[in-house]
């Protein structure tokens, strides 16, 4: 596995380790289809979280946060809805961003992005 895959499972785990310390039960991580994909899906009392991490080793890039503009949210909306369609969810759900930052993979977390 190369290493930025390293580094990128790496801050999912760190991302599911802080959704679960702060009352997130994760239901899945790395979820896919062969048209889509989602990092990882939780559920926090009755509402589904479809969240998107993204980590940076540094901001010369820009955030992780930055990079999620209107492309990237279509993709989650679609992915989100195949994951409803197949699991027959009928609740709320919403789409989460995750920005890891530095080595010591520091977590900011948008609980809802249209919020």
């Given amino acids: 596995m190369a290493k930025h895959n390293l580094v990128g499972a790496e801050a999912e785990d760190r991302v599911c380790s802080y ?3 702060n009352g997130y039960k994760i ?3 790395n979820w896919k289809t062969k048209f889509c994909e989602i990092d990882i899906i939780a559920q926090k ?12 080793a540094t901001n010369q890039q820009g955030g992780g946060f930055e990079v999620v503009g209107h492309t990237k949210l279509k993709q989650m909306e679609r992915s989100a809805g195949a ?3 197949q699991n027959q969810w009928d609740g709320q759900y919403t789409l989460s961003v995750a920005e890891v930052s530095g080595e010591d993979y520091i977590i900011n977390f948008i609980e809802d992005v249209y919020s």
Avoid: C, D, G, H
Avoid at 45 to 56: A, C, D, G, P
């Fill in 83 to 85: 994951w409803v369609a």
């Fill in 45 to 56: 009392l009755k509402t589904i979280f479809f969240v998107e991490v993204k980590y940076r």
């Fill in 27 to 29: 239901l899945k991580q």
């Fill in 19 to 21: 959704l679960s310390k």
